[in-house]
């Protein structure tokens, strides 16, 4: 009898526990989880411009001993319109052998499309000081060069395709960067046509 009723007592506390547990679960607030603060558009910018290669081609670079590195004194500024970038005596190889060419310092190219120069991204007016942001999101979605109508596109190695699939928000984001980084005077060359 003993047994039965030392059973009966610890079914009847592990029936209250059971039943304290559902009437706290029941009676239980949802956490409230504080929305993470919106990033700050110029620091999202920032990010992506270091994190997605804009370095590689808009800035000049140095010699080291580990080979060429961004010049970030000149950094965003694009070919630089003083350093020429002949390919006479390259032609027919582009030609022939379907091959692009880099310059020294990484700002230009040269394929069977002819030559291209990257762009000054500082906001000098010799660069994109004067582009809206409605202009920069046109030019990066639809390879429009200065995001107008009308203009020629965007040439090799440029990789708006690539960028177009970046969100509304991104784009505006580095738009927001390019706006604070250090403006520098470069009018860089038109395209030459092979």
Known sequence: MKTLVAIAATAVVALLLFAQC???TANAQ???TAAAPKPDPVTR???LVNSIGCDDCHTPKIMTPQGPVPDMDRRLMGHPSAEP???TDKKAMIQQQHVAVFSA?????AGDWGVSFAANLTPDESGT???TEAQFLKAIREGKSKGLDGTRPLLPPMPWPVYANLSDEDLKAIYA?????KPIRNVVPNPVPM
């Open 45 to 47: 910018g920032k990010y």
């Open 129 to 131: 000081g004067s582009w």
């Open 22 to 24: 559902q009437v706290d």
């Open 30 to 32: 949802p956490e409230t």
């Open 177 to 181: 960067y390019l706006r604070t980084v």
């Open 105 to 109: 310092g990484f700002t230009a190219m």
């Open 85 to 87: 970038f002949s390919i």
